[in-house]
């Protein structure tokens, strides 16, 4: 059977509502790390030409995850085996945590719903290869991500329309599904003649680089290793679960490294990966913490905190050192995420990098906690208008598409 | 802080493509149903307005699983312990054989993929408890579904837009998620003056019932209970394996119904339940077909072939008595789904429902295989213009509302 080219074959954009010139417009990104911490919402205020938009952060809040969930959702993470049945409870569970985030955040800045141009929610990651690896038994494993907390159920109770769940279209592109910030941050912080680094410091770390002079084109990124994953584990181990983060890095700045530790873990393979390149709980979770904690009789606490924290300083720069600066010329370098707050890993990484000025999101108005929550709001807004949300270059994507999944409400 | 309602607050609709008057179009309906067969996929053009609309079936496939992703699939389903590797896994693979199936029926039909105006993806369900039930402990899980297949692989594989996940916006609305086909029965069967039940017996079975002269929010339905589910599982287990259905019912026509087995089905607490409901292999899966297999000692599987078909035809002729008919006249059932092919069945229908005209879906330009694929077709065409699906009256949903999540190409 030959069935003639029909006359809405190529109306198939009429479809696609393309606002891309907007006023003012008030949406709410919600973000859940690797760090299973909880919900990060930000209500912001975008303005201006998608290209170039203009954001306001007005309210931030993070909401804990309830102590059970918390512990449900690591032992998912980790690889605990579960029934379709509790992951798709868990799922819907999780997606009425983010509609209710939502709507206490709302409320409490005094925002109607019913005012949202939309929702962008992230999801909470449970699962994430971005690479083939070899798995047991010598069958590697193809690419895959999930993330759980139905968005149709965050659409359904706040009545807005709702973007979701943005890494998988970016793998059935051959992507890593990862890092998805580069675009957004070229979009807010580009600069003319300087070279930028924008640096996340979540569970994962990930940069951005953006050269000098640069189109979207020219922006490149990657996961460059743990961000907090690794020091987190640890505190949480050593202190028994009384602490859950070094905070300020005050347990680091009291230790000393332990070079054989910390040499031992520089040799994990996916450092050696070039990028693009992606990681999460699958490379440095409680598996490498394992490893890393195996010759810890009689070493102090402190010192195993502190070679962590230069875990992540050295990934951090010898990603910067070998795949970056060869490049590109790069003057500063913009912090963001929890890590950002750890005045002993940014001091490390001030005297490591010697030659960038460190800057914090926040000197430019994107406070570091709220700059993922931040940046998931504007691609949703990207996604209505059918513009693509990821870069090539950052994900090892064969294209750009657009990022996520629609839901009207 | 209080922000002024902004001037974009209730545009959000502009987001919305609102072509409801359409020329004709060409689309691809997935459905995978609990049967855990395969893949049937329909290629259809559409044509007149969305309240009206015209389907003709150009082609239809089935693309069977392969055997490992079945059981894969069944273990999962019938409440097997995964790890969140395999659920992403699988949910990954099955995206990718959507993808291909559309491909395939394309090519193959020398159609395309561009002139394409969308796809539609069931999904494969995993979990579906659409109801409250008291689990173990005492402890009611809440309800909620889980459909595999990743649609954004199946949208950025084909370069289509993709409409998927049908099931969870209905429940966040309060609904059981199922059935959603009523709302296309009534758009395809309705008939002024004539009442009309459409039955599909798929593994569960549903019916919609369209009373004489009804609007859209007259029309109700519900599942009825086992479609072929209980009989599949019968012949699969007594032929280890050899057959895989009981083809045209020519085994139940050789068997005699077995009282007391059936008499005990009958009191599964589902069907005492008051419609709207839902139910899948949580209800009538291996668990159940345990229990009907418990006395089997003696009896031959051509009796129990023969009771677990007259389980499905009792429970929909119960069903029609004490819920249909005491609330409109019904004139006509319009059979489709696997189970029209089972005579025995379709003449036990007859026998039981006397004062019914009895009809296949084909008689009316639906071939009864493809009813559903087609079904979500039209459905995945209603969601993109932001326009609702469901129809609370046969979900329990609280409210109409678009159902799926929609991935831009």
Redesign the interface.
Known sequence: ???S????????L????L?RK?????SVGLMSGTSLDGIDAALV?ISGEMENPKVKL??FRTYPYPINLQAELLN??E???????T???V???L?ILFGNAVTRLCRS????L?????IASHGQT??H?GHHIKGKKNRG??????QLG????I???CK??TV??FR??D???GGEGAPLVPLIDYLLFRKKKLGTITLNLGGIANITIIPPNSKESDVFGFDTGPGNMVIDALVRLLTHGKKLMDRNGCIASRGCIVPQILKKSLSHPFLRLVPPKSAGR?EFGSVFVEKFLKSKIGIRPQDLIATATELTVTTIVNAINQFVLPVTSIERIIISGGGAHNKHLMHRLGVMLPNLRLHKSGEFGIPEDAKEAISFALLAER??A?LPGNIPAATGATRP??L??????
């Open positions: 059977m030959s069935i080219q029909n006359k809405f074959s190529s109306q198939r009429n479809f696609m509502p606002t907007l006023g003012s417009r008030l205020r007005l309210a998912i993470s690889g605990g085996m579960v029934s379709a049945s992951l798709s409870d799922n819907f569970r997606g800045n005094r925002v109607k019913s005012s949202l141009h939309c449970v699962f290869l494993q193809a690419p895959s991500t999930l139905e968005p149709s159920l659409a359904g109770h807005v329309t979701a769940d998988p279209a793998m059935g592109q699958e996604t209505l059918g598409v657009p996520g999944k629609i839901i009207y409400a």
